[in-house]
């Protein structure tokens, strides 16, 4: 079974520049998840979705981040105008629908740096 | 709140030894309680994770032991390893099916010296 893709794995912007994140999740899964982790933090969700539905979006700044999951399946994450503290990995992640246990499974994370 | 606190933030332990990161949970909502291990340039992965009904998990050498009074909940690593060395975050979730979402500690990175 595939893992959760990412792409791209790095990217350096300068600040004021936008960037965007694509996902493509586990085949199947309906809930995809959107985590911002700062160097040496635990993971923060920025949004969750429910097929193309948000589900939560409270931590996401809205003034500049902007995702879409269109179709129930890809995701894409976008930052614009990007700051110096946006410097993050974004790791997407997914999981089935049903059943509190379910494991929650990440990709490798898209690195962004913002000089 | 839904904040998870952990500890300690880095953690060195020779070859053989036991290593053992704690955590403590203030929503007393949370029902799952899962353990993730991250290794450089990779995404968290699921390692072993309990339910508050239970006081103890066990899946080989990781361990879980839950204190559901004391809100706190920690993990042990028995007979640790040098490929044991990695960042652990634990976590916890609590909400319908639909809306579950982990809430992260800050990390412990682990280093097992040979």
Known sequence: EAGVAQSPRYKIIEKRQSVAFWCNPISGHATLYWYQQILGQGPKLLIQFQNNGVVDDSQLPKDRFSAERLKGVDSTLKIQPAKLEDSAVYLCASKKTGGYGNTIYFGEGSWLTVV | ?114
């Open chain 2, 1 to 114: 709140q839904q904040q998870v606190k952990q500890s300690p933030q880095s953690l060195i332990v020779q070859k053989g030894g036991i290593s053992i990161i704690n955590c403590a949970y203030e929503n007393t909502a949370f029902d799952y309680f899962p353990w993730y291990q991250q290794f450089p340039g990779k995404g968290p992965a699921l390692l072993i994770a309990i339910r508050p009904d239970v006081s103890e998990k066990k899946e080989g050498r990781f361990t879980i032991s839950f204190n559901k009074s004391a809100k706190q909940f920690s993990l042990h690593i028995m007979d640790s390893q040098p490929g044991d060395s990695a960042t652990y975050f634990c976590a916890a979730s609590v909400g319908d099916t639909g809306r579950r979402a982990l809430t992260f500690g800050s990390g412990t990175r682990l280093q097992v010296q040979p």
